[in-house]
């Protein structure tokens, strides 16, 4: 193609250096995002994984003295609402976030 542009157009020899190293250059950054895309689609499921089980592992240490009844609608009597504090609340907040990120990811996988 640069070829032809030299052959049809007075241009220097300088410039047609010019213009092949611009399209090297745009040729290679096509290269390199592919490669990084590719790069985030063979490791999108790992990470996936990863922020599932955390996610698991976060709503697991989350469970407090809940009976089969409440699991099932029934009332509990005892429960009391109070405010969290310390780790709880850490592990509240890490919670909320590695939800967001797993649907995130989610999304990320629907359009790749």
Known sequence: MLHHVAAKSAISIQQW??????????????????????????????????????????????????????????SDMGTTFYTRRGAEKVLFHATIVLGILFALSSFITLFI
């Open 17 to 74: 250096f010019v213009l092949r190293q611009q399209h090297h250059l745009s040729v290679t950054h096509f290269q390199c995002t592919i490669t990084s895309m590719s790069f985030i689609v063979s490791i999108l499921p790992y990470i996936q994984i990863l922020l599932a089980v955390l996610l698991i592992g976060a709503i697991l240490l989350q469970a407090r003295g809940s009976s089969v009844g409440g699991a099932f609608g029934g």
